[in-house]
C-alpha cells in the first residue's frame, strides 16, 4: 500500500504510477499513431529544394553513400566538405523537415498552407483519447492506489472526449479572438487613414488603452496555456469536469503557485530523464542478453551469422559487435563489386523469422517509448494533486468516481413506473425499530 505525504516526495512515485504495460501500450499506440499521421504529411509535402533541382551542380556525389540507390541518398549539397562524416538517415530527416517547413510558407496554395494545422488537429484527437485515458488510470491509482480496467479507462476517455479535445483548444481560440480584435482596430485604423490623412494616427492612439488590455490578456493566455495545459488531462481525468473548469484549474494553480509548480516540474523532469534512461537500459540489457544467449547456442553449430543474417547490420553491431547483418548493399571482393544486401534477398522462411524477430524488438523497445508518455501523464496528474491540495485543500485521496451501472439499475428498479416510489397498499404502514429497542417509527 503506497502512502502518499502530500509534497513534493510523492513525485518518486512517478515511476511505478508510470511502469504500468497498460499505460504503456497506450501511450505506444498514440505515438505510433502521431508518427504515421506526421509520416503523411511529410510524405504529402515536396520534399525537394526546387533551386538545388534547378542547379543540378549544387549536388556532388557522397562517395561515402553505401545505402540505397537514389539520388536523394547518394547526392549531397557542395556545402558538404567531402570529408565530412554525414549521417545520410538523420541528414534525410532534417532536410526533408526544413523542406516541408519551407514548401508550406513559400506556397500560396491554402490547401498546402492548411495541412499543417489539421495534422495538429488529428494530432489532437489522438492524445485527447490515449492521453485521457492514462490520465485518467494514473488519478485514480494516485488517489486510491487502485488500477481501473483498461476498458474502463477509455470508456471514461471516450465519454469525456469533447472536454479532453477541447481544452487546449478553446486557450488557442480565445488568444485568437483577441489578436483578430488588435487586427481589426488595426485595420480600421488604416481605413480611416485612407479617408483622411492622419485620423488613422490620432484613431490608433485613443484606442491603444484597448490595444495594451488586449496584449494583456493574450499574454495571460499564453502563460498560463503553456505551464498549464499539461494539467488539463489530470483536471479532466481526476475531477470528471468539463474543459473550461480544466483550463480554470490550470492557469488557477499556476498563476496561484508558480515556485511550487516550477519546482514540482523540476524535480519530475529530473526524475524522469534517470528512469526514462534505466527503462531503455534494461530494455537493451534484456533483448542484449536474450539474443545472445540463443545466438551463443547457434554458433556451437557454426550457425551464428545466418542468425546474424536477420537482422540489419545496425543492430547486429549494436548487440552482438557483428557485421554480418544485411546492410543494403555489400562489397563482394571476388568481384570488386557492390552487390544488393537487402532483407528479401533472403530466402522466404528466413524472411519470415526476421519480420517475426523484428516485430519483437518494435515491441519492446516502443513499449520503452511508452514508458516516457506514460511517465509524462503519470507525474502530470501527481502534480496536479499536489497543487489541487496546496490551492483547494483537496486531499490527495479524492478523486471523481463514476457509478457503477449495478447501482444505477438497483436505483432504477426500485422506483415505481412513472418515476414515483413504491408505497405499502392502503391500510398497512412501514416501521423500523429503533436502535434502543424502543417504539418503531411509523410513516403513513
Known amino acids: 500500500m503506497r502512502e502518499l505525504k502530500g509534497d513534493w516526495r510523492d513525485l518518486f512515485s512517478g515511476f511505478m504510477i508510470a511502469l504500468d504495460l497498460r499505460k504503456m501500450f497506450l501511450g505506444f499506440v498514440g505515438l505510433l499513431l502521431t508518427i504515421g499521421i506526421v509520416g503523411l504529411f511529410l510524405g504529402f509535402i515536396d520534399r525537394y529544394d526546387p533551386e538545388i533541382l534547378r542547379d543540378p551542380t549544387m549536388l556532388r556525389p557522397d562517395p561515402g553513400a553505401t545505402y540505397g540507390s537514389s539520388l536523394e541518398r547518394v547526392l549531397l549539397p557542395r556545402s558538404v566538405p567531402a570529408d565530412a562524416p554525414v549521417d545520410l538517415t538523420c541528414c534525410g530527416v532534417r532536410m526533408a523537415v526544413a523542406a516541408s517547413v519551407r ?116 499574454a495571460l493566455i499564453v502563460i498560463g496555456s503553456v505551464f498549464g495545459s499539461p494539467l488539463f488531462h489530470p483536471a479532466i481525468g481526476a475531477e470528471g469536469t468539463d474543459s473550461f473548469d480544466a483550463i480554470s484549474r490550470g492557469f488557477s494553480y499556476v498563476y496561484s503557485r508558480p515556485w511550487h509548480y516550477g519546482f514540482y516540474q523540476l524535480v519530475a523532469a529530473v526524475y524522469g530523464v534517470v528512469s526514462s534512461l534505466f527503462v531503455a537500459w534494461f530494455a537493451f540489457f534484456m533483448v542484449q542478453l536474450g539474443l545472445g544467449a540463443g545466438r551463443a547456442g547457434m554458433a556451437l553449430f557454426g550457425t551464428a551469422a545466418d542468425f546474424d543474417r536477420l537482422l540489419p547490420e ?65 507525474s502530470q496528474t501527481l502534480i496536479y494533486f499536489l497543487l489541487r491540495k496546496k490551492v483547494d485543500g483537496i486531499e490527495m485521496g479524492e478523486v471523481f468516481e463514476e457509478k457503477e451501472e449495478g447501482e444505477e439499475s438497483f436505483k432504477t428498479e426500485a422506483a415505481a413506473p412513472g418515476g414515483e416510489t413504491s408505497s405499502p397498499p392502503a391500510g398497512e404502514s412501514s416501521a423500523s425499530a429503533s436502535p434502543e429497542g424502543g417504539a418503531p417509527s411509523v410513516s403513513a
Not at 170 to 182: D, E, M
Request: one cysteine or more; a positive charge.
Open 314 to 378: 545496425p543492430l547486429t553491431r549494436l548487440f552482438f559487435g557483428s557485421d554480418a547483418g544485411y546492410s543494403g548493399v555489400s562489397w563482394t571482393s571476388a568481384t570488386g563489386r557492390l552487390v544488393s544486401d537487402h532483407l528479401w534477398d533472403l530466402g522466404p522462411v528466413q524472411i519470415l523469422a526476421a519480420i517475426v524477430l523484428l516485430f519483437w524488438l518494435f515491441l519492446v523497445f516502443g513499449m520503452v517509448a511508452g514508458y516516457v508518455v506514460s511517465y509524462l501523464c503519470s
Open 103 to 218: 514548401h508550406i510558407l513559400t506556397n500560396p496554395s491554402w490547401s498546402v498552407r492548411l495541412l499543417p494545422l489539421a495534422v495538429f488537429l488529428l494530432i489532437v484527437l489522438i492524445w485527447s483519447y490515449f492521453g485521457g485515458a492514462i490520465a485518467r488510470i494514473a488519478a485514480v491509482e494516485v488517489a486510491k492506489d487502485e488500477r481501473i480496467e483498461t476498458q474502463k479507462a477509455l470508456q471514461y476517455a471516450g465519454r469525456k472526449y469533447g472536454a479532453f479535445f477541447w481544452a487546449p483548444l478553446v486557450c488557442i481560440l480565445f488568444f485568437a479572438l483577441f489578436a483578430a480584435c488588435n487586427a481589426a482596430g488595426g485595420l480600421l485604423g488604416w481605413g480611416a487613414d485612407r479617408i483622411l490623412p492622419g485620423l488613422g494616427g490620432v484613431a490608433v492612439a485613443v484606442f491603444l488603452p484597448l490595444a495594451l488590455l488586449s496584449g494583456f490578456l493574450m
